[in-house]
């Protein structure tokens, strides 16, 4: 199913409001349409006089750093560690790749994750990235039924390469059961050139029987098309730039007053200055006056911007509510927060998925156990660092033999006082490298008495 027209100029949309003001006016009459009988000139002016706010790009960059308030838990093999500091195509991080691949599924609601191993120069010590590939690229994909599950079974996708001045684009197809690679350019009739031959690609002396691509979303890794989370917010976005320019405009041919004259005027008495210190000098019967804005049509213009900018901040606000109302628990604001901030915990439940299964996967495809890898994504967007009294509470649970050490270990991870990523055995390990004592500090009471 190839990727519909309406959405591929919807995520066009979102990208050029999260680029700014500049992108905005760029976009000229696509994003802003010209007022009628407007010069080109004058639409240039009119655009330039309008503000586009951040709103879209600012609450993007808020929803990733809450996901990213507290850093993932990555726990790789040691053959794959290299991964944690080299994970794509381009060399980035696995850091990076996760907060990009965050950023496209919030606002955009797709991206594709492809596990690949370099096209060349590789030796029995190589490991397998990760490149992405934003919306816009996925063109086309198809799913079918294979042992009783949907999987994908081909997706075309527009290649950052070109071939004699033409786009490359892959094609990902799994025939028979076996996963084959191809790369074609569309020539001047749209009609498909191939370029080079087919690629079987293989993981030990074998073939692939699955495609190893996951096109994920805020909805899940289900090749679906959704619609981006972003969209509304960006198009109020854009209504209100469109009133910008329209009060801004407005503004600048009605704010200052200008002097009319009516009756016969030589051309050589017409008066070439105004202000305090011109003198007029005018023939008899001539009238004077000044036009001034006297209607309610800018203020009409003012009152439709705040309205927009409330429903910009409601937006927002819903997509970023992270506070704990008063005579609210912790669990109870916990609820609410995981409501209210569906979009954000569907992208990192998605995220988190996807990345999982592509890791375990490369762990498969170099020998080591899948079951050694796993990444983490905290799901605490809410910051409820646990204040001396609830430290005592759990401290004396623990005493009394209500709980154990490593549920109150757990406890000081939830509340943000013990390294979310260390267990509680490395902790173990570190208090008897120091010298500590793991011994309760206080006799425990027991059914028997004190034990």
């Known amino acids: 199913m190839p990727i519909r027209q309406g959405l591929s100029s919807q995520y066009k949309l979102i990208r050029t409001c999260l680029e700014g003001d500049d992108a905005v006016k760029q976009a000229g009459e696509w994003l802003t349409p010209r007022p009628d009988a407007m010069t ?4 240039a002016a009119y655009l330039n006089r309008g503000h586009f706010s951040g709103v879209p790009e600012m609450t993007l960059r808020a929803l990733v750093g809450i996901a990213g308030r507290k850093a993932p838990v990555v726990r790789l093999p040691s053959r794959l560690e290299p ?5 794509t195509d381009d060399n980035a991080p696995l850091s990076i790749l996760l907060e990009d691949v965050l950023r496209d599924v919030l606002s955009l609601g797709r991206v594709g994750l492809l596990l690949d191993f370099p096209a060349s120069g590789t030796s029995v010590n190589t490991v397998p990235h990760i490149a992405r590939f934003e919306a816009e690229c996925v063109a086309d994909y198809t799913t079918a039924f294979v042992d009783g599950r949907k ?27 076996i996963y084959k690679f191809r790369r074609f350019i569309l020539d001047d009739q749209k009609n498909r050139v191939n370029v080079g031959e087919e690629v079987i690609p293989t993981v030990n002396g074998k073939a692939l029987n699955a495609i190893p ?3 994920l979303s805020h909805e899940g890794i289900r090749p679906e098309d959704v619609t981006p989370p972003f969209l509304s917010l960006c198009k109020t976005a854009l209504a209100h730039f469109a009133t910008s320019c329209d009060r801004r405009h407005a503004l600048h041919l009605t704010a200052s007053p200008t002097p009319w004259i009516s009756g016969s005027v030589p051309a050589n ?4 200055a105004i202000g305090a210190g011109a003198l007029w000098l005018l023939p008899e019967n001539c009238q004077v006056g000044q036009l001034e804005f006297t209607g309610a ?8 911007m705040a309205d927009l900018e409330s429903m910009m901040v409601s937006m927002g606000a819903r997509m970023l ?10 669990s109870t604001a916990s609820m609410r927060t995981r409501s209210e901030l569906s979009l954000l915990h569907g992208a990192v439940v998605s995220t ?8 375990r996967l490369a762990a498969e495809w170099v020998g080591a156990s899948p079951d050694e890898t796993c990444i983490t994504l905290s799901r605490d967007f809410l910051e409820v660092t646990a204040d001396p009294k609830m430290i005592e509470a759990n401290l004396k649970l623990w005493q009394s033999g209500a709980i154990s050490r490593q549920t109150l270990w757990e406890n000081l991870q939830q509340g943000e006082v013990a390294p979310a990523d260390r267990t509680w055995e490395e902790e173990k390990t570190l208090i008897e490298e120091e010298g500590g004592d793991l011994s309760p500090p206080f006799p425990i009471l027991g059914a028997g008495g004190l034990n």
């Not at 991964?83 to 994970?87: M, V």
């Not at 008495?269 to 070439?272: A, D, G, N, T």
């Not at 509510?321 to 912790?330: A, G, L, Q």
Request: hydrophobic fraction near 45%; avoid cysteine; aromatic fraction near 8%.
């Open 269 to 272: 008495k017409v008066p070439q």
């Open 151 to 177: 999987v994908l079974t081909r997706v075309v996708l527009e290649a950052d390469e070109d071939f004699d001045g033409s786009q490359v684009h892959y094609e990902l197809l799994l025939e028979d059961t």
């Open 321 to 330: 509510s992270t506070t704990i109302n008063r005579n609210e628990d912790i």
């Open 352 to 359: 988190e998925a996807a990345l999982n299964f592509l890791l």
């Open 83 to 87: 991964l944690r500091l080299n994970a």
């Open 213 to 215: 691509f996951v096109l």
């Open 297 to 304: 049509g800018v203020s009409a213009m003012r009152d439709e």
């Open 40 to 43: 080109a000139q004058q639409y």
